[in-house]
């Protein structure tokens, strides 16, 4: 498989996956014509259009896809359904298309029906987790998203997490304020600092990474209970989530 990044907007990616057969599905194009400008220069033949949530940022580009290719599959939760899903899936189902499969994994949280999209090694998590973050809370509760990101915690540590945005460099900048004597986070904002430096994008990341540099991971380390003004251990680790989410929100 062939993983391919098309930066879009102001800071999103759209991810193309190809198989050996230049097959490929296209997930959340917030534009079109980027898209068609990489499956034309790339003689990619797209096979289906994913879509995990229902933001503008992430279904834009349905519409000018479907003019050029009308027959493709738009899968995506109950939440798209007039932003143009034509398969509507839920957790657990599979998505089986060539030689591509995918679980679904249902992550409420910055959306009520965001979904992922699963296949080993590969997590397509739109706005849920970001390397160094995680999304906001637009419309579930600190503990739906908290027990998203628990969910994705589960995956194996070789996980690519592919997410939507290119948030990661104000993530770490939030990190250090919150574990500023974890030498780790200092190095991770540092590494990705050069990258941008050098206009170089910082995902996708492992899973692995992000339980060591990502602070939404780590609600059970007690330094960071206590950096941010809760005695360790008393109150649930969702209330850790929800109170370090309101930090970042004003950070």
């Known amino acids: 498989m062939e993983l391919i ?3 879009a907007l102001s800071d999103n990616y759209i991810w193309l ?3 050996e057969d230049k097959h490929c599905v296209i997930i ?5 014509q980027p ?3 990489i499956l034309a220069a790339n003689q990619l033949i797209p096979v289906a259009i994913l879509l995990t949530h229902h933001h ?3 279904v834009g580009g349905v519409p000018g896809l479907l003019i050029k290719h009308p027959e493709l ?3 995506g939760p109950e939440e798209t359904q007039n932003k143009g899903a034509t398969h509507i899936v839920h957790d657990n189902d599979f998505i089986e298309i060539k030689r591509f499969s995918f679980r679904i994994m249902e992550l409420p949280g910055h959306t009520l029906g965001h979904i992922a999209f699963y296949q080993a090694p590969y997590l397509f998590c739109g706005d ?8 906001r ?3 579930g509760t600190a503990e739906q998203m908290f027990s998203s990101l628990e969910k994705i915690s589960s995956l194996p540590d070789d996980t690519l997490i592919c997410c939507a945005h290119e948030y990661t460099a104000a993530n770490m900048a939030f990190a250090k304020t919150v574990l500023p004597e974890n030498q780790t986070i200092h190095d991770y904002d540092k590494k990705i600092l050069k990258l941008r430096e050098n206009h170089q994008a910082t995902v996708p990341t492992t899973l692995q990474t992000e339980k060591k540099i990502n602070v939404f991971l780590n609600c059970h380390h007690i330094d960071l209970q206590k950096n941010i003004g809760i005695k360790p251990n008393s109150m649930p680790l969702s209330s850790v989530f929800q109170q370090l989410r309101a930090y970042k929100d004003q950070f």
């Open 5 to 7: 990044r098309i930066p």
């Open 17 to 19: 996956l190809c198989d």
């Open 28 to 32: 959340d194009p917030a534009e079109s």
């Open 35 to 37: 898209v068609n400008d």
């Open 56 to 58: 503008h940022d992430h």
């Open 73 to 75: 599959p738009v899968y």
């Open 128 to 135: 849920t987790l970001f390397s160094g973050g995680c999304g």
């Open 137 to 139: 809370l637009f419309e």
